[in-house]
């Protein structure tokens, strides 16, 4: 297997959704653009990825949303991108279709009392179902690797929940410990970068709460009705 020298991922920049919330109810939630603000800060990342490649080529893994796509734009990594596929399974949770705003609130708030892993959208996905097809697009990655022409980074524009969720199955970190991080910001950038003993995760996700990463529900508070 000729595995790359790092894995980079990085979210889209601010979204128009991520200013205003509404338009969910009205544009489908792949057609939603980056902002003027999130085109800046997706030139910021590239200029930190070029960095990371050092004049390497690398092969590149985008969401089928807009603002991936308009991320990897501006992202201007020019020639160093050797070629792009598509790749749906990297894609944002789902949600519902046309969301209604004040429904989703409600469901958000549910969400956080059943836990982020396991609840699901009533006309949507749950981390868990996230966590699934990451789990089989590793195993197309695996294969991709397998290719001894096949580039010496790779590199995914995707989104926050789908990054941590990667990471939790590559590393194999527990539910608990899942539920305790937080997304990385719009345009944040992580890389899980070989070594001597396998691949590490060059910055951690921030944590909303104390957990690690064999955490389980047995080392969790009992749950009070």
Known sequence: MSAPRQIIMVRHGQSAANVDQTLYNR???????????????????????????????????????????????ALNLGDLVERTLEEPRLREQDWANFQNPAEIADQKELRNAYGHFFYRFREGESGSDVYDRVTSFLETLYRHWSKPDYEPNTLLVTHGLTMRLFCMRWFHWSVEYFESLNNPGNAEVRALVAGATGYSLDKPFKQWTPAYPTKTVLDAPEHLW
């Open 27 to 73: 544009i489908p939630d792949y057609r939603i653009p980056l902002t003027e603000q999130g085109v800046a800060e997706a030139k910021v990342a590239g200029e930190q990825i070029r960095r990371q490649l050092n004049g390497q080529k690398v092969c590149v893994y985008v969401s089928p949303y807009l603002r991936a796509y308009q991320t990897l734009e």
